[in-house]
T-cell receptor, first 112, second 115 residues
Framework: GDSVTQMEGPVTLSEEAFLTINCTYTATGYPSLFWYVQYPGEGLQLLLKATKADDKGSNKGFEATYRKETTSFHLEKGSVQVSDSAVYFCALSVGNNNDMRFGAGTRLTVKP | GAGVSQSPRYKVAKRGQDVALRCDPISGHVSLFWYQQALGQGPEFLTYFQNEAQLDKSGLPSDRFFAERPEGSVSTLKIQRTQQEDSAVYLC?????????????FGNGTRLTVT
């Protein structure tokens, strides 16, 4: 079935370090791909998305490119901040019903 | 504006008890989803409503789980005869329209602990 596999955490970085969180997917159709973020004490919220191959989603300095050839959607940020500490979830949806399949989540801690 | 609201925030139930979890979606949102999130895992899809119609319940783990959205707004997830493996955070999400251009808005979840 359709699924995503993301890099296991936790990930601990110093402020201003470069971040990559890997995500690969398996899908029978043509999925849309998403990154959701969950800050401490808050609900999940959409960080960025890409709906077709080679699209790049970006928001708050984070980027991810939909790579069909490698079935990947890795999340990157050039310089992380303490406020980026959160759990990041890669997800996909196939079809029109918004049914999302989530990865297990990667906890990021950024230290000053 | 108001987001997705879930209640209660925490629920402790003795094994065998029935529980009801409530979700108030954002006003006007057509689609409503329930997810189950075990500790350290990502959300797992349970069921999906479009207005009052339950279009997909393939993720419900057993016939002890039942969801309804009778007027196309508030939804209730009911778990009968709770078991310890039901302990998880139950997330509700709503969206205005259909994927992928209509993002999901999540509530903060109900943490269910079955003792």
């Amino acid at each position: 079935g359709d699924s995503v596999t993301q890099m296991e955490g936790p990930v601990t970085l110093s402020e201003e370090a470069f971040l990559t969180i890997n995500c690969t997917y398996t899908a029978t159709g043509y999925p849309s791909l998403f990154w959701y973020v969950q800050y401490p004490g808050e609900g999940l919220q959409l960080l960025l998305k890409a709906t077709k191959a080679d699209d790049k989603g970006s928001n708050k300095g984070f980027e991810a490119t939909y790579r069909k050839e490698t079935t990947s959607f890795h999340l990157e940020k050039g310089s992380v901040q303490v406020s980026d500490s959160a759990v990041y979830f890669c997800a996909l949806s196939v079809g029109n019903n918004n049914d999302m399949r989530f990865g297990a989540g990667t906890r990021l801690t950024v230290k000053p | 504006g108001a987001g997705v609201s879930q209640s209660p925030r925490y629920k402790v139930a003795k094994r065998g008890q029935d529980v009801a979890l409530r979700c108030d979606p954002i006003s006007g949102h057509v689609s409503l989803f329930w997810y189950q999130q075990a500790l350290g895992q990502g959300p797992e899809f349970l069921t999906y409503f479009q207005n009052e119609a339950q279009l997909d319940k393939s993720g419900l783990p057993s016939d002890r789980f039942f969801a309804e959205r009778p007027e196309g707004s508030v939804s209730t997830l009911k778990i009968q005869r709770t078991q310890q493996e039901d302990s998880a955070v139950y997330l509700c999400a709503s969206s205005l329209g259909q994927a992928p251009n209509s993002p999901l808005h999540f509530g903060n979840g109900t943490r269910l602990t079955v003792t």
